[in-house]
């Protein structure tokens, strides 16, 4: 039997410096990703971000369709920091223990479950999640960055 270790949760990283903040909170339904793609999309192309679009709309797809699957939060807030290179985005909600886990070999059945977040992992330069509110959590954030070519990590 292998023993049980705990993995840290991964800090969200800081808002790109020297950059702008957008927030924008989306009713938990079924057209919540079409929304926040839209918001997203319309942010990169202003901020000359439109190399990162494909990559972006994929990712906050991805993380706006698991919280509106598997939460029942009420509102899904996403949450897109911008500066000249890179970009991170935030999606959170308030159910903090339903976090995203890649499914890296699926079998037939199980195609399609899971493999949004696999392709984040492929995609995203990082993403993680982490859970707020100390002792007695009360939300999640689940984020990822990405940055323009030949920007420096």
């Not at 800081?14 to 927030?23: A, D, K, M």
């Not at 993380?63 to 996403?78: D, E, F, K, P, S």
Request: with cysteine; glycine share 8%.
């Amino acid at each position: 039997m292998t023993p049980a270790t705990l993995t840290p949760t991964p800090l969200p990283p800081p808002p790109p410096p020297g950059g702008e903040t957008y927030r924008l909170a989306v009713p938990n339904t079924a057209s919540a990703p079409r929304i926040a793609r839209g918001f997203l999309d319309t942010l990169l192309h202003v901020s000359r971000h439109d190399a990162l679009a494909d990559d972006a709309r994929l990712c906050v797809t991805e993380l706006v369709t698991n919280a509106h699957r598997h939460t029942r939060t009420r509102l899904i807030g996403v949450t897109v920091a911008v500066n000249r290179k890179r970009i991170a985005v935030y999606v959170t909600d308030d159910m903090p223990w339903s976090l995203p886990v890649p499914n890296t070999t699926p079998t037939e059945h199980e195609l399609g479950c899971g493999q949004g977040v696999f392709l984040l992992d492929r995609v995203a330069e990082t993403w993680g999640s982490t859970i707020y509110g100390g002792l007695s959590p009360s939300h999640k954030a689940v984020w990822f960055t990405l940055a323009r070519a030949g920007a420096p990590a």
